[in-house]
T-cell receptor, first 114, second 108 residues
Framework: KAGVTQTPRYLIKTRGQQVTLSCSPI?????VSWYQQTPGQGLQFLFE???????NKGNFPGRFSGRQFSNSRSEMNVSTLELGDSALYLC?????????????FGEGSRLTVL | KNEVEQSPQNLTAQEGEFITINCSYS?????LHWLQQHPGGGIVSLFM???GKKKHGRLIATINIQEKHSSLHITASHPRDSAVYIC??????????FGTGTRLQVFP
């Protein structure tokens, strides 16, 4: 059974650009959640999608957005990149919603903003 | 004060030692997760608990809902257990809140 796949694994952008990250969940999983990990702030919840609906969003500016497609694949987008957006972005999939489902994480997308 | 507190922040052990990592939280939760992160970033879910105790191999996780406290125990520790261990709580609103992690190094 294939795990959670995140693409791209590494990317470098410059300030002001935008970036789109992709997450393909485990087959049959309907929940995808996104997280940002930085040395200073640790792991922080970005948002969760369940059956194509955004269920909750963390305390991030509107530059951070996401969506989920009918096949449960999810994308997150960050517009007008800032240096502070450099981070490891992780997604996790779950059979059920985050509040009561075991999480399966991808390897992450490491974003560097120059 | 963080809503999820872990202790200790760093832990060094000799191979074979019994290890305990603690997690305290101050909010209402649906479940508590113990996660393991190796260098390079990938995170593996070790346990998801809403009550009692779970065991998987040399790992044991317990939770006391009344005291809002959980512990992760590693018996007969091994150098391959070296990693960052993260406690996270699921809120009823689906939000996941993370502790700051415990960095464990096990030496041969």
């Amino acid at each position: 059974k294939a795990g959670v796949t995140q693409t791209p694994r590494y990317l470098i952008k410059t300030r002001g650009q935008q970036v789109t990250l992709s997450c393909s969940p485990i087959s049959g999983h309907r929940s995808v959640s996104w997280y940002q990990q930085t040395p200073g702030q640790g792991l922080q919840f970005l948002f969760e999608y369940f059956s194509e609906t955004q269920r909750n969003k963390g305390n991030f500016p509107g530059r951070f957005s996401g969506r989920q497609f009918s096949n449960s694949r999810s994308e997150m987008n960050v517009s007008t990149l800032e240096l502070g957006d450099s981070a490891l972005y992780l997604c996790a999939s779950s059979l059920r919603q985050t509040r009561d489902g075991e999480l399966f994480f991808g390897e992450g997308s490491r974003l560097t903003v120059l | 004060k963080n809503e999820v507190e872990q202790s200790p922040q760093n832990l060094t052990a000799q191979e074979g030692e019994f290890i305990t990592i603690n997690c305290s939280y101050s909010v209402g939760i649906s479940a508590l997760h113990w996660l393991q992160q190796h260098p390079g970033g990938g995170i593996v879910s070790l346990f998801m608990l809403s009550s009692g105790k779970k065991k998987h191999g040399r790992l044991i996780a317990t939770i006391n809902i009344q005291e809002k406290h959980s512990s992760l125990h590693i018996t007969a520790s091994h150098p391959r257990d070296s990693a960052v261990y993260i406690c996270a709580v699921s809120r009823p609103t689906d939000k996941l809140i993370f502790g700051t992690g415990t960095r464990l190094q096990v030496f041969p």
